[in-house]
DNA sequence: GTTAGCACTCTTTATCATCGACTGCTAACA
DNA sequence: TGTTAGCAGTCGATGATAAAGAGTGCTAAC
């Protein structure tokens, strides 16, 4: 059997009217609503085909249909070619200016979660390609050494090290120069082995010393998940959707929110699965890929870039029947909003 | 009317059983608990008086009793009284050692949080009296400047400033020793306005990098209540809890947890309202306080000092029903931990 | 002072009939 | 052949009613 036009119209009609109530629509909604003139019989027929097709189901006989998964995903793609094209309304979201990275973030998220009504997180970014400008050491106190790493992109990492014995001026001086010298400029990768040994001989009878700060260095220079920031706002919202609400669910769903192990998880995996897509918006239906443990649920997720290779994840995770269209589109603008911030910028 | 020892016998037996079951308690399951070998009668007589005096209340008339505000309060008092003497046993919590102080606390109030069953918020450490060790400047790039400020207690915070023009090594030999010699081991307090002025004047034509400077480090200082962290963990035991599981109080409750400005506030109140008591434990009924907008709530919390002067305030948020006696006890033993692995070091 | 017993209140739970929203099928129609 | 009207049948939701259960207050007796 084939997809026809008419059947595609009932399809959408059938997943707008359930994202917009929740509940299973019936043949006679339909028949009103399509904007087709065509009596609830004509449409029960259809639908009988669409079932059978597998794009929709029904909880029970007597209840109307519910899109199955792979109706969701006929209509999500189906949002995402039309987006594509659609040039996204300027909002007057008030991003007001701010200061930190981190504090527009945390205000991007909220916006993200109160527009949506969804729950929302953003991932700080992490520099794709991580070089050290240069590094810096000096003594807070005698038997302390202050490690100090500026990256590109102006990321400043601290790291206190203890040391055995005071250094005086001189031996200090050399120590920054010797680890300036062959660390200023590299990248995490470039920081082989090879090169470590190297460095601990020009250390001398400092070798001990240099093999703690060579440590603390690559231990800053992972920007591994782990230490990646998360931020959320609107977990609460699950709140709002009965299919989430059950105890059960909402308290996973919610608990991961707060925890965020998981949410970094997800992320990764998300950072992971590069796409050819402009900004990377991808839509996955509860069970596929990063969320698995999370039935019933859609996470739908974008990347974004801040210049100088800074790249992080923003997404949202609503029930299945989100409003997909409000949805891609909220998070467009919000690129849109980032890339023109910082676009400009710099 | 007096409150004699068999009044408090059953007051208390009523609290118990309310605690653990979250029903009203009539007056058999109290003849048969309480360990009184009285009939049901009598305790009923005994009931209506301490109604009469407050300590309980009936929500309809065919239900037993409930304990009122002031039968809580009753309660938790003393408890508190006992606790004082009692030497709280060793529990093997097993804190694994962790590296950062972030961690362990993140450790601390999830373990809290599993333990009690109810949510769980640790706030970080915050200086009483933040004195500058060193601050220090360098130029990572030609019109930027970055500024390390080393606090007692090793604390690190730093700072990226731009400066209209390059400023070569010498210019910035004595910026540094400038700043040191009038900033160095003053608190935030001691930067007066005085001080900035003579600063300003002795920084001669770099007036206004200086002073730009002096506003970072101000800030920087401020270790400002909305500055500081917020563990939590647990949020969704709310959910366990039927009388705080109406999706209108659950969805407050757990985006205060989320969204952390208000427990900010709370943690802000609590730190304010400093007691006598060893560790500062107080309980807090909802209404009451700093919980004004938690109905139905309690909050127990305590401070913590890991020496040096960093202090910071560990809480746990349940209904009014929560078990007191265990989550005091809990507490108590995260307490010790800390005593323990804190006092002896440094 | 304590207790047994009874009448009364009020919530909770179960049961049952009713209603309404659907579907699927059949037969008629264009 | 595609479309439609109509009807029987299914199943969940709703609401009313009854029965059960838990507790109290009061009174009278011990």
Redesign the pocket.
Known sequence: MELDNRKIIILKTIIKNYLATGEP?????ISKESGL??????I??E??DL?EMGYIL?P??????IPSDKGYRFYVDSILQESDNRVSEVTDIMLKRVDKLENLLKQMVKILAVDTNYAALVSGPVLSENKIRYLQLSQPSPVKLLLILVCEGNIIKTELISCKKPLDTEELLNLNLLLNNSLAGRSFKEITPKLIAELLVQAGSQRNLVSTILNAVVELMETGEESRDIYTSGATNILKYPELSETDKAQKLISAFEEKDELKELVAEVTRSETDNSHNVTVYLGGEGPIQNMQDCSLVTANYELGEGLRGVIGVIGPKRMDYEKVLHSMQVMMDQLDRMFGKEE
């Open positions: 629509v019936g043949s006679r909604t003139s065509l009596s609830s019989a004509t029960r027929n639908m009988s079932e029904q029970h006989t007597s209840a109307g249909r």
